[in-house]
């Protein structure tokens, strides 16, 4: 029996290496700048200037850089922690447990959660009001007078 090819082939898509050379050369990169710091933080000054290297900074840096960076590693995550908290609404603030997206019956309407009692009607589902979470979780209110 002959194979029978079905007319419709799928396409050969071209997909980019870019990335892969991309990668590559930030790692090379960062591997080269890696071993050319180490060498500069501990060679004798005698030594690099035998490679023909006239001018380099100063030592002090190769113990400066790497502080500034882990001290702009915290202060980010400061920042962003200080942020959060700033934006944080009050656990007194509604907001707290409610947003825009909350979807919370009407009012007026008939009550959607006695609806739910017969056993024909699949419920509509509905965010329950804090209000009935907490008489549920800690039962009826108690009034100290």
């Known amino acids: 029996a002959p194979v029978v090819v079905s007319p419709r082939q799928p396409l050969r898509s071209h997909r980019s290496r870019s990335q892969e050379f991309y990668g590559f050369v930030a790692w090379t990169s960062t591997s ?6 180490v060498l500069w933080a501990l060679l004798p000054d005698e030594c690099i200037r035998r490679l023909g290297i006239i001018w380099y900074p100063n030592r ?10 882990v001290m702009i590693v915290l202060l980010t995550y400061f920042t962003y922690f200080s942020l959060a908290l700033a934006n944080t609404p009050a656990f007194s603030d509604p907001m707290a447990f409610i947003d825009a997206k909350a979807h919370i019956p009407a009012l007026d309407g008939p ?3 006695r609806r739910s009692n017969d056993p024909n009607v699949v419920p509509e589902s509905y965010d329950i009001p804090i209000g009935i979470v907490n008489r549920v979780l800690y039962g009826p209110r108690k009034y100290c007078e």
């Open 32 to 37: 080269v700048l890696f071993v050319t710091y």
């Open 60 to 69: 002090e840096w190769a113990v400066l850089l790497p502080a500034y960076a």
């Open 111 to 113: 009550d959607p959660y």
